[in-house]
């Protein structure tokens, strides 16, 4: 059976990383069909949605939610958002540790994304935003920062997106009508 819903997907992972080790990584999340959902570009600046609002939120929350994962740079799009995380966590090698009783979260890139996808998620549901039946494509793009100058190039590009929105490759060229 063809089922195009289950294609195998070559990893994009290096293998044997461990994607909880401290460093600095950039991942981008996309929305399902790679929709404007988040959004719009005018003149070189994001104007979010409802649900765009919701993202950013979210994305921001990530440092609350677990100690010893910072945010830097990250710009949301009309249908992805890119962002850089720095994992730095002294002896971080058990990825869910005891704290009071209670499993702290992983703090590995895939649980990271993952949590702030089924946040965004839950919340667009229980606010019952229109449209929003499947918000994110699956899985996600992530890249390990290995260096300072690597780091500043990905800051850069991350500032520079949305005056560079239609030369992006996620670039969907808007017609208008109201956001989520």
Not at 51 to 74: C, H, K, M
Not at 77 to 98: A, C, F, R, T
Request: with cysteine; proline share 3%.
């Amino acid at each position: 059976m063809n089922d195009s819903r289950h294609i195998s997907r070559r990893s994009t992972r290096l293998a044997g990383y461990n994607y909880a080790s401290n460093g600095a990584y950039v991942v981008t999340l996309c929305s399902a069909d790679r929709r404007p959902l988040f959004g719009r570009i005018r003149d070189g600046e994001m104007h979010t949605s409802q649900i765009g609002a919701i993202v950013e939120r979210e994305w921001r929350r990530t440092e609350e939610l677990r100690p010893g994962v910072l945010l830097d740079a990250f710009v949301l799009m009309p249908n992805h958002l890119h962002g850089v995380l720095l994992i730095d966590l002294p002896g971080n090698d058990q990825m869910n540790e005891k704290s009071a009783g209670f499993l702290v979260p992983s703090r590995s890139v895939s649980a990271i994304v993952s949590g702030i996808k089924a946040a965004v998620s839950s919340v667009a549901v229980k606010q019952d935003l229109h449209g929003v039946e499947s918000l994110w494509q699956r899985g996600f793009y992530d890249r390990i920062i290995r260096s300072e100058t690597e780091l500043l190039r990905f800051r850069e590009y991350i500032t520079n997106n949305p005056l560079q929105w239609e030369l992006d490759r996620y670039f969907e060229q808007d017609v208008g009508g109201d956001l989520i």
